[in-house]
């Protein structure tokens, strides 16, 4: 679980238009993948969570979509708008063996949406 | 509800000194986490603990060292501050194991001059 890759490192959307963010991982074992919305200044929040025995689930405009035999999800945010500029970390764990409990993550996505 | 509370928000230190982060929860949550966060490096596991009197390594545990006597509090160590050690460190707590969220603090940025 130590290898999740995060694109892009940056996104700029116009208000209104859609952003979508990928990660890819490379453990099999691993099984819950989280995301998480980091304002300036402050921690990282959860803003929505999949599991692998879902493929999609969506919490009004946020979406998370998952594709375990290719290895990797992706955050789909619809109508954007200016309160969504925040940095994006994806996160994966697994919930057996040596790495219970922990979670893994990406770089982070600086999101930017303009008015 | 104050959930994860980090002290202090800011530090200095100069290369050499030590100093405890310190860490406390008020969800009564079994598990908690140290991160740092680098600029473009993302969250690094530092040390986590599985309840009190059990800790053990995270991803970057060199130069840290922690301890949990109690399930609120969780607080980490630095004995000799290295340059390396500037960062932005974050505590988080959760329920149980991985599947649930991990609640965190708003930080502690340190920087070892």
């Known amino acids: 679980g130590e290898n999740v890759e995060q694109h892009p490192s940056t996104l700029s959307v116009q208000e209104g238009d859609s952003a979508v963010i990928k990660c890819t991982y490379s453990d099999s074992a691993s099984n819950y993948f989280p995301w998480y919305k980091q304002e300036l200044g402050k921690g990282p929040q959860l803003i929505i969570d999949?599991?692998?025995?879902?493929g999609e689930k969506k919490d009004q405009r946020i979406a998370v979509t998952l594709n375990k035999t290719a290895k990797h999800f992706s955050l789909h945010i619809t109508e954007t708008q200016p309160e969504d500029s925040a940095v994006y970390f994806c996160a994966e764990g697994a919930d057996r063996g040596s790495t219970l409990g922990r979670l893994y993550f990406g770089r982070g996505t600086q999101l930017t949406v303009w008015p | 509800n104050a959930g994860v509370t980090q002290t202090p928000k800011f530090r200095i230190l100069k290369i050499g000194q030590s100093m405890t982060l310190q860490c406390t929860q008020d969800m009564n949550h079994n598990y908690m986490y140290w991160y740092r966060q680098d600029p473009g490096m993302g969250l690094k596991l530092i040390y986590y603990s599985v309840g009190a009197g059990i800790t053990d390594k995270g991803e970057v545990p060199n130069g840290y060292n922690v301890s949990r006597s109690t399930t609120e509090d969780f607080p980490l160590r630095l004995e000799l501050a290295a340059p390396s050690q500037t960062s932005v460190y974050f505590c988080a707590s959760s329920h149980q194991t991985g599947f649930q969220p991990q609640h965190f603090g708003d930080g502690t940025r340190l920087s070892i001059l």
């Open positions: 999949i599991r692998s025995n879902v």
